[in-house]
């Protein structure tokens, strides 16, 4: 069978097929770091053998202990006066000695369980008022620790923490 002596070149496409590949690509490419972006955990968060943040001044560190031991003492107040119940209280002392440890530290105490406390080595005073007086009355059936206790041990909290 005898060969056509003609070659004929291979068919082209056009120049609007390129820019959508591109467009395409670069969608793409914009959408995987938007969800890399949108999705690493914060920056804020220490983890294990990394160093801490530096403890604030004295002055300010001596202001801000008076700050939260004015608001255990409020609380305690509260549940005196009968204005809180045995459960309230313990659970806005948690709240205030995890927000003083997050204050003082950088560390991100109030949305951390007490794993992840005890795996960070935090302080034992925090981690004892903790699983003694705050997590029984908050998390369990039945009576709640009476909130002076706990009130005592948010006060041995924010005075000696580090």
């Known amino acids: 069978m005898p060969a056509p002596d003609e070659l004929y070149p291979p068919a082209q496409y056009g120049w609007g097929w390129l820019v959508l590949a591109i467009g395409i690509l670069l969608l793409l490419a914009g959408g995987a770091w ?14 294990p053998g990394e160093a801490a943040l530096a403890p604030p001044a004295a002055a300010v560190l001596d202001q801000l202990r008076g700050e939260y031991l004015a608001d ?9 006066s009968g204005n809180m119940t045995p459960r309230q209280a ?6 205030t000695v995890r927000a003083f440890v997050n204050e003082y530290s950088g560390l991100e105490a109030p ?39 706990g009130a005592d041990a948010a006060r041995t909290v924010v005075t000696s923490w580090h």
């Not at 903790?130 to 029984?136: A, E, L, N, S, V």
Request: glycine letters at 2%; aromatic letters at 8%.
């Open 111 to 149: 949305v951390l369980a007490l794993d992840d406390l005890v795996a960070r080595g935090v302080d034992p005073a925090l981690i004892d008022a903790i699983r003694r007086h705050y997590y029984p009355s908050i998390f369990q059936r039945g009576p709640a620790i009476d909130p002076v206790y």
């Open 72 to 80: 255990v003492q409020r609380i305690e107040d509260a549940y005196r």
């Open 34 to 47: 938007l969800l890399i972006a949108l999705t690493r955990p914060r920056q804020s968060i220490t983890l």
């Open 90 to 95: 313990n659970l806005e002392l948690s709240r």
